[in-house]
């Protein structure tokens, strides 16, 4: 793993917006980190919508936010003194193939945190930075925790919760 890469997973909550603000306050003025600010697609429950022409605005709308999220994120480290040339963002959609690991991965929406892990792995980041949601015990035991997740999948890079 490469201690300067930094992968900040991001889903456009104010917890997110910490998390970027966490490392432009420690990195500020470092030249020698690239980061990356990830965002996965993770689609509303058709179920809550009255027809797919509903859902599909909905999916669009959100699609729409997490990538001007990814922009406002990048300005933000810029602002702190971060290179623009050493910021990156990645959007991954959600579909349901290929598998990880397979060339033209996307998500298949099962598990954010595997994603954010799978996504370290494959480009070698020494570190992960996520914000914790800061849901319930109920909530946690029932639906689990993306950052617990993260925490308890991983034993080959640095992980960093922001609350």
């Given at each position: 793993?490469?201690?300067n890469k930094i992968l900040i997973?991001?889903?456009?909550?104010?917890?997110?917006?910490?998390?970027?603000?966490?490392v432009s306050d420690i990195l500020r003025g470092c030249a020698q980190y690239t980061i990356?600010?990830?965002?996965?697609?993770?689609l509303p429950d058709r179920d809550f919508f009255v027809d797919d022409t509903a859902w599909k605005k909905a999916c669009e709308k959100k699609r729409e936010e997490l990538l001007s999220f990814l922009y406002d994120g990048k300005q933000m480290l810029t602002e702190q003194g971060i290179s623009e040339n050493m910021i990156h963002t990645d959007y991954i959609e959600n579909c349901h193939s290929p598998l990880?690991?397979?060339?033209?991965?996307c998500s298949r929406?099962?598990?954010?945190?595997l994603d954010i892990l799978h996504k370290a792995k494959e480009?070698?980041?020494?570190?992960?930075?996520?914000g914790r949601r800061g849901v319930?015990?109920?909530?946690?035991?029932m639906f689990g925790s993306v950052s617990?997740?993260?925490?308890?999948?991983?034993?080959?890079?640095?992980?960093?919760?922001?609350?």
């Open positions: 793993m490469d201690a997973a991001v889903d456009g909550s104010e917890n997110s917006r910490r998390s970027i603000d966490y990356k600010l990830l965002s996965i697609e993770h990880p690991g397979e060339p033209g991965y929406g099962t598990s954010i945190a480009e070698n980041f020494g570190t992960v930075v996520i319930s015990k109920a909530e946690e035991f617990n997740k993260i925490i308890h999948s991983t034993s080959d890079c640095t992980i960093w919760v922001v609350q």
